[in-house]
């Protein structure tokens, strides 16, 4: 009998709900396999995807995306042993893991931590609560290549709004197979969007883009480069989340910033005793 | 297949003042027009569409898409202030930039055409108006020539008509001849485009022959459909009106335009359609008097296209009108 022949993967991109190869066909070799290498008109579909999904997804309950978080958590542990064939340790499979639960336990509770009733002098209940920003272009750190992505992508989507994220170049299976979890969870198609490719080539575009409301450039190493990218998303005045200044502990406790930084606050005054 | 239907046309030179004489040399002259060979004609709009238009020749053609647009609003819930709004849109369709070209015409419902008749005054934007019931055109012709001579007398210069279907598809075909006849005389100077609604005609055979019935009968234009039925516009269909329009104006001398209308969405679609006018019938029809797409969402998205021309990132649909 003859030997059996693998099925080999082609890592494609991860554009509304599905796996599209680079319009432009190109690809690169990472790992000894090919990996498709975006382009500015990919980056104008994922957005186009990710504008698309916000209606559904901020109008969503807070309730009900802890839900679809916690599932996806859940396949993510069902996929461990594939992220550790890719070459991620394990205790940072676990930590991504953890991560992700983490942000989606945060669902339903960052309304009541970072809402308020205001004190007022008139007849009026006045509140102000917190919400998402639309869509979020996001450059993610090559290092750690799982647990750096998780720690961007997670607390963005948690409060509602939709990503499209610019993988590290050197580190894109992991980022592949994380869509590959996030297309079998019951994440709305859109939400997420993940690029492969040279995010030096594609962030330009992203960072350009008017119908993007804000940028999170954690992955952006050089600092010439991040200002470029600032004044370009200056354009329509994208919230911009820096690169952070020194080397970051991705193990420590995340905090609540990543959350509150693509949230914006909605105060209302509502009549009262009338 | 051409040349086949240059014979016929050629041959037909003669007495096309005759073939409506009565239905029977109606129907031998409209049964005697060449098949459409169907693989053939959507394999060539598929290849057709392919082209790449790029940097340049892609701004021109985005402005010229634009100065082709009927910038249209057929819904039950049309009000004045929509049509005001959308007859601004026309004048002006990107506010940011005074080159952007204003757009062919503004299509409405007759009841509305005394407000867009208004809000157009002095601009030269064209009024259509869309008349005889439509959508369906089921109504009796005393009814749909009221209707068209109101329309008119409203301030329309021009009449998008529907053709009576049911009357075609059972092969009365005099019958939907004398209807288009009597509604030309009503238009009066007003232009006439006669809609197919080919999503109804089922075959592209039934498309080439109720073109040329349309022609025959005196329409100015032929427009594919109502954007009330499914199947709307499409690019082989297209493909087969732009070659009647070409074979027809070989046998008579006479140029008709063409209308696709339903469904275009986007910049690129609309290209394509300009690659299929270009190719098909030449550069005589690349002009707003000669083709016109139906449309109301596509003109964001041409504005869209351009402002990324111009200013060299992406756009969103958050700068442009709801309409």
Known sequence: ?????????????????????????????????????????????????????????????????????????????????QFVG?????????????????????????????????????????????????????????????LGLVSVVAPTIVTGNTVVVLVAETAPLPAVTLAEVLATSDLPGGVVNLLTGRPAETAPWLAGHMDVNALDLTGVTDPGFAAELERAAAGNLKRVLRPPAGPVDWYADPGLGRMTAFLETKTVWHPKGI | MLARMTATAASARSDLTEVARSEATLRSFLHGLPGVDQVGAEQRAAMLATRSIKTTAKAWAIDLAIRMVDLTTLEGADTPGKVRALAAKARRPDPADPSCPAVAAVCVYPRLVPVAAEALRGSGIHLASVATAFPSGQAPLEVRLADTRAAVAA??????????????????????????????????????????????????????????LAMLAGADFIKTSTGKVPVAATLPVTLVMLEAVRDFRDATGRQVGVKPAGGIRTAKDAIRYLVLVNETAGEDWLHPDRFRFGASSLLNDLLMQRTRLRTGVYSGPDYFTLD
Request: hydrophobic content about 45%; charged content about 25%.
């Open chain 1, 86 to 146: 890719l070459g991620v340790p394990t205790v940072e499979v676990d930590e991504a893991i953890d991560r992700w639960v983490w942000y989606a336990g945060w669902a339903d509770k960052i309304a009541q931590v970072y809402g308020n009733a205001n004190p007022v002098a008139g007849p009026y209940f006045n509140l102000s609560a917190p919400e998402p920003t639309g869509v979020v272009g996001v450059v993610a750190p090559a290092e750690p290549a799982l």
């Open chain 2, 155 to 212: 301030g329309a210069d021009e009449i998008d008509m529907v053709i009576n279907r049911g009357a075609f598809l059972a092969g009365r075909y005099l019958e939907v001849f004398e209807e288009i006849v009597a509604v030309k005389a009503a238009c009066g100077d007003a232009h006439l485009k006669v809609i197919l609604e080919t999503g109804e005609l089922v075959t592209y055979d039934n498309v080439r022959r109720a073109s040329w």
């Open chain 1, 1 to 81: 009998m003859s030997e059996r022949v693998a099925v080999r993967k082609t890592y494609k991109l991860f554009i509304g709900g599905k796996f599209p190869r680079s319009e432009s066909g190109r690809s690169y070799p990472v790992q000894n396999t090919n990996v498709s290498l975006a382009s500015r008109k990919d980056v104008r579909d994922a957005v186009q995807a990710a504008r698309a999904a916000v209606a559904g997804w901020s109008g969503a309950t807070a309730y009900n995306r802890g839900q679809v978080l916690y599932r996806v958590a859940e396949m993510l542990e069902g996929r461990r042993d």
